[in-house]
């Protein structure tokens, strides 16, 4: 079997948490780091990522993660074309870029589907807003 070319603006379905079967992921750009080589930045759309900070309690996209072409392999299932065009993840990325070179962040290497069940630990971590 040969390996899927990702690419930026690419949207694909993959192995979601249940109840978020509709969520995608959408590749937004390609690095290649020193250290962790073939780096993707992807948005998570469609998801309902616990967080309490927010009115509701759900999340419904993470915007930025940086991961390796491992999670990518993992996790993604069928090329569904071109996603969207927003930037809101350049955020993310700008916040990641400047921890990554300063040595305070790193790469997920888990299925996408783990990351999102470790970002709702960390935020339930963070504690309940009064």
Known sequence: ??????????????????GEEASRVVIR????????????HISILGVKLRNHRLPGGLQPAMHHAAVARTTLDQSLLAYEGDGDDDEVWMDGYAVWRQAYDNGDAGVFDIPV???LGYIEMVIAASGEVN
């Open 1 to 18: 079997m040969t390996r899927p070319e990702f690419a930026p603006g690419q949207a694909w379905t993959y192995r979601t948490r249940p």
């Open 29 to 40: 750009k390609k690095d290649i780091e020193p250290e962790d080589g073939e780096v993707f």
């Open 113 to 115: 589907s783990e990351i």
